[in-house]
Every structure is written in structure tokens, then in C-alpha cells.
């Protein structure tokens, strides 16, 4: 019996609790020590069903001993891993990133693995209603972590992420309540096997239940008109936060996406045609977002809407339904997740360093900065998708899964995004290469930022540089997601 | 069966926690609303688990008609996850209050 | 599915133009060690990555690793012309970099409906299996990818980009920019026109190379910025290459590209020319300068030795190309006009330069200059000894480069009476072009405060800029009303799901 | 502020440990009887919240410390995940019943459910009163 899908959960729920244990102990930063060793420990666990997984295999793990439609069964398969993995390595490196920034802050540790520890929950649990409460748990530890710092503005863009959270998770609540009167059970493949028999019986509930899904992981992943707690949430929290929050807590709403639609949906009712849904709010989400990136003239801001947009790509991705658009939307999924928290993180540093944050006021910031401003660049040019960067590989696999389905209008509103996105990132590269003089904000003493954020930023910066030269290396795990997904 | 039973309550609630944090400007009550959002599913809920004569599901002697346990263990997840944000959200209005001295949204915009 | 970077067993083709972008970038490598005082890392840097990403583009052996290299390219270019970080090169950094991504779209998107047709990006097996396509699907292809390179190349009306592009660059970039960089797009062209088998006569390719032509040479007569004035000059000989591609037959094809290798020698020439100029006096309008022959000798001769190719005066290499081209229009006196006119107003726009910056007086500001350090004028001498070399030796280096390039043998005679003539008309027609130029004021040499009212609505660049400024403030508009208040924001996730609701409940039931 | 009136005071003292052991027999039943780990708790925590409304929290934070709490808080955190543990060490799966079984209707008839309610319990009544504290002292002692 292999114990490691539960334990890769407990292991950052244990040590979550035991950061506030450290207290009482004589060890020197001791709940950076827990959060690192429990994400470490993992991610070799997980590492360790690698092969297995890979090949094909899915393992299924009952908690308690009870079997699947009466107890909550965790199963690990292509997809759980692909997200388990990203999950476990951004984890890494918002941990590696943090350890400069907090360093007595056992509450801070404590809150980042309970997040942490919830989206693996979401990703390896089969159980619909476990998966809502991890979510919560993933919510709550997020709220907290975004007003983190108690100014003003990060306590609004928390309160606002609360309220619009919370009001759609009510809503999921409900399309499970509706699920489980309809087929008296939460396990998701056991729900999945009745679905045709309710859809014949009454198609109007499935699509009531479909849309109080798709509003609620909207909300999560930030599509068209839900995407308004992005902007304030992303720029307003700590900058490992923000790196949290674009690379995994919006991945795991796609997550949720991708597991139920298709598997209550996928393959059997192509009347309730999900991919176009799907396909048409993706596309406005993606205008939506480059075009307000474009209007931003704040850093992280503009981070924020350019995450909007490359979701936008994610969600046109999934939303062609072929197994390449998927294959694309799933790595872009991970090379978005690389480059944004990459791209956070290099903001953070120079914003912390200079005390600017409008672009307007960065000008010239590469002479006082220059390792940070190249790697912002080279990560801006990955997110774009200019050739030897990871962003390129992704985007070319969903503009050939468009053209392949000879969806020839959206590849071409894909490559006015892309354009758009060009537009919005080389406005902020050509200001930090401005001539003027550059000086740094007096009212502002810069913190002092240690080798543990360079090192976090570089590391990013390589790993997309990797994955831009050696697709190949990753592309049989992606693959394997995208063909779970279709099963 | 009539048409007054918990789960039409319950989605009337629901209606009524909509509206009301569509409409209200103040952040507390819009919190408030939430947790009328949150009972009210959590009434359905439990109501999809009755069976009209049927006893609380303690076992206690043999066979008999129960209720369908299964709701009520999963709403009291759910209460305790509406406490939380309940809590939670209360807590981050008090502070929105001390720092902006206002809690109704209009004002908050140019904030 | 993709993913390794092939290249080609070279052919000579690709070899012609390896060893272009192989001496142009060597010589603007040298001249930069004199010319660049600051960001050095930044420069070189950036400069090794677009000389190597130009190889990448030649070696290329399918569409896939050609569109990579392409955006490696443009990304490298945008950078060497923001090198000096002033106002102007953002703006024209960043119009060059959103029109070489649309143009590398427009190729990525040929690549990626070719493949959809054929399954393949590998160039050797689509020329294989081209025939089975329909001549639709082949003229869809074409098109796009030829939109593709021809806004790498800046040709009329893609080339709003390219006057603005080449000022702001640093000189030795401009000379690369315009030696090589936009040739990538001409070598697009020739060698998907021989994979295709499409070598015949081009209407398209004919009228944007002789719109380019003479729309280039003309603004080029109006301009008194120098480097402005060369970059003009880039799009008219650009539109020569196009039009021998889109004669297609050998001779034409022949003078193409033979023209590919000198327009890259003489305006690289050029543009370090004018280089050394801006780098010794700091000025790049013309009625600044004057009187510059006696100061800088050196560099007045190269640039005479330049000025008379590009003009097509024997024995320089301009000559021998455009004789060529010339030659492979015979039959068709439109063409031959367009080629004749064009040539006079390189002429006369040459001479303009000659009468103003480097005769008549030396301003009094300008008196204590010294000829440009050794490292500028080496590469100068080099291209100037080339421009000679090449106009001398051109049947050899025909039947050496050109020839296997093209796969014909190539037989040209370029010292006849024919040629003598267009020699002879051209200098007359442009030497007249010139003072009535100057007679009646078209030729300017002060420049002007405004442009002329008419023209700014005709202006296709004015349209584009205003094009993406409407974009730009229509989405600060969306960026102001978007801003609301909480209950709002709730008010359209609820609204969504009961549009969601009512939308599915109608469509699909 | 008003004094608080004496009677309310003494007969919430009297009540108080009543309150805790109503709380404590809840946790314990709840495999048996309506109730369980948290609604026990709760009413441990709204104990430690009436003596804290009525006596003042400054008196009722002495005798119940916020570190003391939060500490039995996280150990009790802490304590589920090892007994979930235990299910694996005993060699079946995360969470299932190590511990022998009771006759049916009594209060170890249920294995290890007790002792994950105990923790449950202890956890909520101590988060509650934490809670609790946060809200009263907010602002008092930054």
C-alpha cells in the first residue's frame, strides 16, 4: 500500500501546525525550516510515484479504509501529478523567495503551507465536496496572507477578494448540494457515471449545475467578468503572495476546470457544448486583460491584467478541446505559473529597492539595478513568447491546436493578444532603459534585500530558459495530463 | 409534500442573501448577507437529506427509517467554514473602518 | 510535436548569405569598438545574439526554426536600437518591435497552415510534396508568408517602421539593420519561391518592388536628416531586389540577389560613413554640416566610392547589379522608366549630400574635427575596396556566388552600349532632377517645422501610429469605467451566471 | 463602563465549570449522540467568552492565557495528524481505526473516533477564545 498520496497533504498541514511549535523550542528560524523540510519531503514523495504515474498507472489511496462512493478516495494520476508537481516547486520557490523577507514570522510559514497543503488537497482528492473544502481552506489562508502587511489598500483588496469569493463558493455549494440530490453520492467518477442518465432525465439542472460551477471557478481563475479581484489582490499583497496567488491559487481554479467539466461533460454530452463557453469567455478574457494591462501604469498592476490575459490563452486552450490545445493550455498553465512568479518576484525586488511603483517612475531603474532588469526582461519576453522562452512553446502548441480545428478567427484575435501583450511589456522595458537619471525615493528606505530573492529569481529565469530550449523534457508528463483530461 | 419545505426556503434565502449584498453599501451587512447566502444553502442542503417520518440517524435499535446522515456531516463542515469567513470577514471590515474611516463602498472606490 | 533545431546541409543559397551577414557583422563588429561608449555588455551582448540568430535564419531547414530565429532576430535588433535610451529610439524601438511580431506572425501562421496542409515544417520534404497542393492552398501560403517578410524587409506599404528604425539605432546598427537584417526577408522569399517552384513572373512582387522604388526614392529626395535619408534609399534598392525576385526569370533573379550582396556592401558603407560623420560631429541634419571633404578625407572618399554605387555608376558594384536588372526588363518600358527614374533620384539625392555636407563651408563650430579614430575607418576602407572589387571582378563573382545559388549558369554582359546609355541617361536625368530640385525648392535642406497638411493624412505610418493611440486610449477608457464599486463588481458575477443560465437554457435545449 | 450586576457575575461563575463539562461530555458523546468534536468545543470556547464578557477580558486572559491556548491549539492540530498517522503505522490506510473496539453504546465503542474529537474539541474551544481575544484586543495593544 503506498501511503504517499495523503501524506504528500498532511506532511504541509503538519508542519503548518508545528511552525507555531517552533516557538518553543531553541532552533533559529525554525518555521522556515519546517516549511522548507515538509515541502522538500513532498515533493520526493511525489517524486517518488514519478515513474509509475508517468507510465500510465493511477494510484488510488481510501482515507480511512473506505472505499471510493462512500469514503473520500484520493487518486494520483497524469493530471493530479502534473498540478501536484507545479504546485510543489512553486511552492519551493515562494518558500526560497520568503526566507529573505520573513524571517521570525511563524505565522506567515504556517498560513503559506495550510495554502499550500490545500491545493495539493484540491488536486489529488476525488471527492467533490472535499475538493470545495480545500478550496476554503486554500481561500482563507489567502485572504490572510493578502493583508499580511495591514495597510490600507491590502486590507480592502482582501476584503473584496473575500466577498467575491466566498459569494461564488456559496454557489458551488449549492451546484453539490443539487449533484448530490440528483445522484446521492460526491464521488466525482461515481457522479461522472450517472451524468448521462440525469442529463437525459433533465438537461435544464446539468446546465444549472454546469453554470454555478463555472461561475464559481470563474471567480478562482480569474475569467472575464469575475476577474475583478485580480488587479487589487495581485498587486496589493506581499510580493510572495502575489507570486501564490497568480501562479497557483488561479492555476487551481483551471485545475478544478479541467477535472470536472470533463469528466462530467467531457466526453459524453457534446450537446452542452462546454468548450465554447469556454472558448468565447476565454478569448474575452484575454482581449479584456492585455487591453487593461495596457492602460496600467503600475508595475505589478499591469502584472496582475497580464496574468488576466495569459489565463485568457489557458482558457482558449482548453477551450478548443483537442488534445494539442490542451497539451498547450496545460504547459502554458506551467510556464505561466514559472514566468509570472519569476516576474513578481523580480518586481518585488526593485520595487522594494527603489520605493517606486509606477512605470512612470522606474525610468532608468536598469542602471541602479541591472541583474533584476534582465531578468525581468528575459521574463517578459518569455511571457510574451519571443522564441528561446518557455511562453513561446505553449502559445505556438495553442495556436496550432486552432489552426489544426481550423478556428482561424481565433488565432487571429490570439495574435492581437499577443501583440497587445508586446505593446504592454516593452512600454515598461523601454522605461527602465531610459537615459534620465535615476534616483531612488527619498520618503523610503529600501530593505535589504538578501541572496535568497536573487537566487529565487535567477533560478526562475533558468528553468524558463530550460523548458524554452528542451521542450521535450516535460512533454511527457504534459501530454499524459492532457490525455487524462480527455479520457 | 408541500411547496413550503426547506429546500424552497432555501433557495428563496439564498435570493434574499443575493440581493441583499447586490444592494447593500455597508461591509458588514454585505458580510451579513454572505452568511444568509451560506445558511440558506446549508438549509437546502440538509433538506435534500430528509425523509419525511424518519428518525435522527442514531443507531440504537435495529432497522428503522433514518435521515440521511451524510448532509448533516458535511453542513457542519460547512457551518464551520461560514464561521470562518463570517469571522474573518468581520474582522478585515473592523480594520477597514480604522484605516479608511468609512465602511460603505462608494466612498472605498477612490480609496 | 516540433523541437529540434535542424539546419540545412548548406547550400549556396544560404552560403551567399552567411558570408554577407558574415563580413558585414565582422566589420560593424570592429567599427563598434570605436564608435559605442557605453553599455558595452548590453551592446555586444545584444549584437552577438542578432548576428547569431541571422545565421540561425540562413541555416534554417524548416519554417519552424526559421520564424525562431526571426523573433530571436527582431528581439536582438530592438535592443541594439533602444541602446541609447533617448525618447526617440523608445518610439522607434517599439514600432519596430510590434512590426517585426506582426510580421513574424504573419510567418508563423504560413508555417502552421502548411503544416495543417502537409504535415510537416521541414522545407526539403514540403518541396517534395508542393505539387500536390492545391495552387489555393499554395497561393494562401504565399501570400501570408510573403506579407511576413515582406514587413521584414519594409517594403511599400510595410515600411513604416524602417525610417524611424534606422535614425534611432546607433550607426554601425544601422548599417547591420539595413546590410542584413532586412535581407532576411528577401531570402524568405527567394527561397520559398524555389521550394514552392513559383519562379515566374510576379505581378505582386513586381508592383510593391516598384512602389518601393520610387515611393523610397522619393521621400528620400525630401529628407535632410542623413540617416533618414539613407534609410529611405534602404526601401527604394529593397524594392530593386523585389522586383528582380518578381521578374523571376534567371537573369532578373541573378541581378536580385546579386543586388542582395551589394546593396548590403554599399549601404553598410553608407550608413558607417555617415557614422563616422554623427560620431565627429555630433550633427545629423544637413544644414549643420558642410565643407566636411577637407576634414575627413578618408571617409569623403569612401562615401564617394558609396554614393556612386548605390547610384550605378560604373565600375562599382551598384552598377553591375542594376545593369542586370535593368537588362532582365527589356520588353517592358514601365519597368525600365521606374529603374531609370529611381536611379536618377538616388543620384540627385546623393548629390544633395555631396553639396552640403561634405563641400561648401565648414561651419565655425565644426573647425577643430579630425577625421574618424582608425577602428571607424577600417571597415569603411574594407567596403570601399569591396565596392570596387565587386564592380570590377562581377562575372566572376556571379558565376562563383550567384550562379549555384540560383542553379543557372549565368552569362551577362555588362559592358555594352545599352548599359552605357542608362549610365549616361541616369547621371543626366539626375544631375537635372537636382537643380530643378533645388530651383524650385522640392529638394529641401533646412528642415521643416511642420509637414505639408495633405500629406499627414496620406501618411500611412500617421494612420498606424493613430491607429494603435485610439486602441491605447479606448482601453484607458475601459481601465476608467472599470473602476466600481464592490457591489458592482458582484453585481456582474451574478449577472454572468444568469446570463450563463438563461443562455445555455435557450441554446441548447 | 457600567459596572456588571453582582448576580450575573456569581452565577456565571458558578455556571462556568458546568459550561466546561456540558462541553467536555458533548466531545465525548459525539460518536454516540448528537454533537462531536466541534459543537463541544464551541460551547468550551463560548465559556471561556461569557467569562470574559462578564468578568472583563484582562481578568480572563490571566487565568486562560492567549500563548497557552494558541499552544493547545496547534497541539491539537498537531495531535490529529499523528493519530491519522497511527492508522498508517498499524498498517492500513491514513485515518482508519487502530485502536480497539468497545461494546456497542459505549463511550470506547468507537476506537480512535474519541480521541480525534478530543483533539477536535480542545482545538476549536481553545481557537474560539483566541478568536475572541483578537477581536476584543484589536487596537488596544499595537
Known amino acids: 500500500m503506498n501511503h504517499a498520496p495523503i501524506l504528500i497533504i498532511t506532511i504541509p498541514l503538519f508542519g503548518a501546525f508545528l511552525t507555531h511549535l517552533t516557538k518553543y523550542t531553541k532552533i533559529k528560524r525554525g518555521a522556515e525550516l519546517v516549511a522548507f523540510i515538509c515541502l522538500l519531503l513532498s515533493l520526493l514523495l511525489l517524486l517518488s510515484m514519478g515513474s509509475s504515474i508517468l507510465s500510465g ?18 487518486q494520483v494520476d497524469g493530471l493530479s501529478f502534473f498540478f501536484a508537481a507545479l504546485t510543489l516547486g512553486i511552492g519551493l520557490a515562494i518558500t526560497t523567495y520568503s526566507l529573505g523577507i520573513y524571517i521570525f514570522a511563524r505565522r506567515y510559514y504556517s498560513l503559506l503551507l495550510i495554502a499550500l497543503s490545500g491545493i495539493l488537497g484540491i488536486v489529488l482528492t476525488r471527492d467533490i465536496f472535499n475538493l470545495y473544502v480545500f478550496f476554503e481552506i486554500v481561500a482563507v489562508a489567502s485572504y490572510v496572507l493578502i493583508s499580511y502587511k495591514h495597510k490600507p489598500r491590502t486590507i480592502k483588496a482582501s476584503f473584496k477578494y473575500l466577498i467575491m469569493a466566498e459569494s461564488s463558493w456559496v454557489l458551488f455549494l449549492l451546484a453539490i448540494a443539487i449533484l448530490y440530490g ?56 506581499p510580493t510572495p503572495v502575489s507570486g501564490l496567488l497568480s501562479g497557483l491559487i488561479l492555476k487551481a481554479g ?60 489557458i482558457l482558449v486552450g482548453i477551450g478548443i478541446g483537442t488534445e494539442l490545445g490542451l497539451t498547450g493550455a ?137 523548458i524554452g530550449l528542451f521542450p521535450d523534457l516535460l512533454r511527457n508528463m504534459v501530454t499524459l495530463a492532457a490525455k487524462v483530461v480527455l479520457q | 409534500m408541500t411547496i413550503i419545505n426547506g429546500l424552497t426556503i432555501g433557495i428563496i434565502t439564498i435570493l434574499i442573501g443575493i440581493y441583499g449584498i447586490l444592494t447593500k453599501r455597508n461591509l458588514i451587512k454585505m458580510v451579513m448577507c454572505l452568511y444568509i447566502m451560506n445558511s440558506s444553502v446549508i438549509l437546502f442542503f440538509i433538506s435534500l437529506g430528509y425523509r419525511s417520518g424518519a428518525q435522527a440517524a442514531i443507531v440504537e435499535n435495529g432497522d428503522q427509517l433514518m435521515v440521511d446522515p451524510l448532509p448533516q456531516a458535511l453542513m457542519l463542515t460547512s457551518i464551520v467554514i461560514g464561521l470562518v469567513i463570517t469571522s474573518l470577514g468581520l474582522a478585515l471590515a473592523i480594520k477597514i473602518y480604522k484605516e479608511h474611516s468609512t465602511i460603505n463602498t462608494k466612498r472605498l472606490i477612490e480609496k | ?154 517594403a511599400v506599404p510595410f515600411h513604416i517602421w524602417l525610417p524611424d528604425a534606422h535614425p534611432a539605432a546607433p550607426s554601425p546598427i544601422s548599417a547591420l539593420l539595413s546590410g542584413v537584417t532586412i535581407k532576411i526577408g528577401a531570402y524568405g522569399i527567394i527561397r520559398m519561391l524555389f521550394i514552392l517552384g513559383l519562379l515566374s513572373w510576379n505581378l505582386s512582387l513586381i508592383t510593391v518592388g516598384v512602389a518601393s522604388m520610387l515611393f523610397g526614392v522619393i521621400l528620400a529626395l525630401l529628407q535632410t536628416n542623413l540617416k533618414k535619408l539613407l534609410a529611405y534609399h534602404s526601401i527604394s534598392q529593397m524594392g530593386y531586389i523585389l522586383l528582380g525576385i518578381g521578374i523571376g526569370s534567371e537573369i532578373g533573379l541573378a541581378g536580385g540577389l546579386f543586388h542582395v550582396l551589394n546593396h548590403a556592401v554599399f549601404k553598410a558603407l553608407l550608413f558607417l560613413c555617415i557614422g563616422s560623420i554623427i560620431y565627429v560631429t555630433q550633427k545629423r541634419e544637413l544644414h549643420d554640416l558642410g565643407g566636411l571633404g577637407k576634414v575627413m578625407p578618408i571617409t569623403f572618399i569612401t562615401f564617394t566610392v558609396g554614393a556612386l554605387a548605390i547610384a550605378g555608376i560604373p565600375p562599382f558594384n551598384g552598377f553591375a547589379s542594376k545593369a542586370m536588372l535593368s537588362a532582365s526588363v527589356y520588353n517592358n518600358l514601365w519597368l525600365k522608366l521606374a529603374i531609370i527614374f529611381t536611379a536618377a533620384g538616388t543620384f540627385a539625392s546623393f548629390l544633395k549630400i555631396f553639396r552640403f555636407a561634405f563641400l561648401g563651408e565648414l561651419p565655425k563650430t565644426l573647425k577643430n574635427i579630425k577625421d574618424a579614430p582608425i577602428f571607424m575607418l577600417f571597415p569603411t576602407i574594407v567596403l570601399a575596396g569591396a565596392c570596387l572589387g565587386i564592380g570590377i571582378f562581377s562575372a566572376p563573382i556571379i558565376s562563383t556566388l550567384i550562379a ?25 536625368l539626375g544631375t537635372s532632377i537636382y537643380i530643378l530640385g533645388l530651383k524650385t525648392g522640392f529638394l529641401k535642406t533646412e528642415k521643416e517645422k511642420q509637414a505639408p497638411s495633405f500629406m499627414n493624412y496620406l501618411s500611412l505610418d500617421r494612420m498606424c501610429v493613430s491607429a494603435a493611440q485610439f486602441i491605447n486610449r479606448s482601453f484607458e477608457e475601459l481601465n476608467r469605467i472599470h473602476t466600481r464599486s464592490l457591489n458592482t463588481h458582484l453585481l456582474w458575477i451574478f449577472l454572468t451566471l444568469v446570463v450563463l443560465i438563461a443562455g445555455l437554457w435557450f441554446a441548447w435545449i | ?42 460551547i468550551f470556547g463560548s465559556a471561556i467568552i461569557l467569562l470574559g464578557l462578564v468578568e472583563g477580558v484582562a481578568l480572563t486572559e490571566k487565568r486562560f492565557r492567549e500563548n497557552l ?73 499595537e
Not at chain 1, 478544478?256 to 454530452?269: D, E, K, N, Q
Not at chain 3, 559592358?415 to 549610365?423: A, C, K
Request: with cysteine.
Open chain 1, 182 to 237: 440528483l445522484t446521492g453520492t460526491l464521488n466525482m467518477d461515481s457522479i461522472a457515471h450517472q451524468m448521462p442518465t440525469i442529463y437525459q432525465a433533465d438537461p435544464k439542472i446539468v446546465i444549472v449545475i454546469f453554470s454555478l460551477m463555472l461561475v464559481a471557478f470563474g471567480i478562482k481563475c480569474g475569467m472575464f467578468p469575475m476577474h475583478t479581484w485580480i488587479p487589487e489582490a495581485h498587486s496589493q499583497a
Open chain 3, 404 to 428: 549555384p545559388a540560383i542553379k543557372h549558369i549565368i552569362i551577362f554582359d555588362f559592358w555594352n552600349m545599352r548599359t552605357l546609355i542608362d549610365t549616361l541617361l541616369t547621371v543626366f
Open chain 3, 1 to 154: 510535436m516540433i523541437f529540434q533545431i535542424p539546419f540545412w546541409p548548406i547550400d549556396s543559397l544560404s552560403l551567399l548569405m552567411a558570408i554577407i551577414i558574415g563580413s558585414i557583422a565582422f566589420l560593424v563588429f570592429i567599427y563598434s569598438f570605436a564608435h559605442i561608449k557605453f553599455k558595452f555588455v548590453y551592446y555586444y551582448l545584444a549584437l552577438s545574439i542578432t548576428v547569431l540568430a541571422l545565421f540561425g535564419t540562413v541555416f534554417a531547414k524548416d519554417l519552424l526554426t526559421f520564424y525562431i530565429f526571426l523573433e530571436m532576430m527582431s528581439a536582438g535588433t530592438y535592443f541594439l536600437i533602444i541602446h541609447n535610451g533617448v525618447e526617440t529610439s523608445f518610439r522607434a524601438g517599439y514600432k519596430y518591435i510590434l512590426c517585426m511580431l506582426i510580421g513574424g506572425l504573419f510567418v508563423l501562421t504560413s508555417g502552421l497552415l502548411l503544416y495543417n496542409y502537409t504535415g510537416t515544417f521541414d522545407l526539403s520534404i514540403i518541396k517534395q510534396v508542393a505539387p500536390t497542393l492545391t495552387s489555393q492552398q499554395i497561393a494562401i501560403f504565399f501570400s501570408l508568408f510573403s506579407i511576413g517578410c515582406l514587413i521584414k524587409i519594409g
Open chain 1, 57 to 74: 498507472e493511477k494510484i488510488t489511496y481510501n482515507l480511512g479504509g473506505w472505499r471510493a462512493p462512500l469514503g473520500i478516495s484520493l
Open chain 1, 254 to 313: 483551471l485545475y478544478a476546470m479541467l477535472r470536472i467539466f470533463f469528466l462530467f461533460w467531457g466526453a459524453t454530452l457534446f450537446m452542452l457544448s462546454i468548450e465554447t463557453v469556454l472558448l468565447y469567455l476565454g478569448l474575452a478574457t484575454l482581449l479584456l486583460g492585455a487591453g487593461m494591462a495596457l492602460a496600467q501604469n503600475e508595475v505589478k498592476k499591469l502584472l496582475a491584467y497580464s496574468s488576466i490575459n495569459q489565463i485568457g490563452f
Open chain 4, 69 to 141: 491556548l494558541s499552544f493547545i491549539k496547534n497541539l491539537g492540530m498537531v495531535t490529529f495528524i499523528v493519530i491519522g498517522f497511527g492508522g498508517i503505522l498499524a498498517g492500513s490506510y491514513f485515518l482508519s481505526d487502530w485502536l480497539p473496539k468497545g461494546a456497542v453504546g459505549t463511550v470506547p465503542s468507537a476506537g480512535q473516533m474519541l480521541l480525534l474529537n478530543l483533539t477536535i474539541g480542545f482545538m476549536v474551544g481553545t481557537g474560539i477564545a483566541v478568536v475572541f481575544y483578537r477581536m476584543i484586543n484589536y487596537g488596544s495593544k
Open chain 4, 1 to 42: 463602563m457600567k459596572q456588571i450586576s453582582q448576580v450575573v457575575l456569581i452565577i456565571t461563575r458558578k455556571l462556568f465549570p458546568f459550561m466546561l463539562l456540558y462541553g467536555c461530555y458533548l466531545i465525548s458523546h459525539g460518536h454516540l449522540s448528537p454533537g462531536g468534536g466541534f459543537q463541544g468545543g464551541v
Open chain 1, 330 to 466: 496545460l504547459f502554458h498553465i506551467l510556464n505561466h505559473s514559472i514566468i509570472k512568479t519569476g516576474l513578481f518576484f523580480c518586481a518585488g525586488i526593485i520595487v522594494s529597492q527603489t520605493g517606486f511603483w509606477k512605470i512612470s517612475q522606474l525610468r532608468g531603474v536598469s542602471k541602479a539595478m541591472l541583474s533584476m532588469t534582465i531578468a525581468f526582461i528575459l521574463l517578459s519576453l518569455a511571457v510574451i513568447g519571443i522564441p528561446p522562452f518557455n511562453g513561446f512553446v505553449s502559445k505556438l502548441l495553442i495556436i496550432t491546436a486552432t489552426i489544426q480545428t481550423q478556428k482561424y478567427w481565433v488565432a487571429v484575435i490570439l495574435f492581437f493578444g499577443i501583440l497587445l501583450s508586446a505593446a504592454y511589456y516593452f512600454k515598461v522595458i523601454q522605461s527602465f532603459f531610459a537615459k534620465d537619471e535615476f534616483v531612488t525615493n527619498r520618503d523610503f528606505t529600501p530593505r535589504p534585500v538578501g541572496r535568497f530573492e536573487h537566487v529565487t529569481v535567477y533560478v526562475l529565469v533558468l528553468a524558463c530558459l530550460v
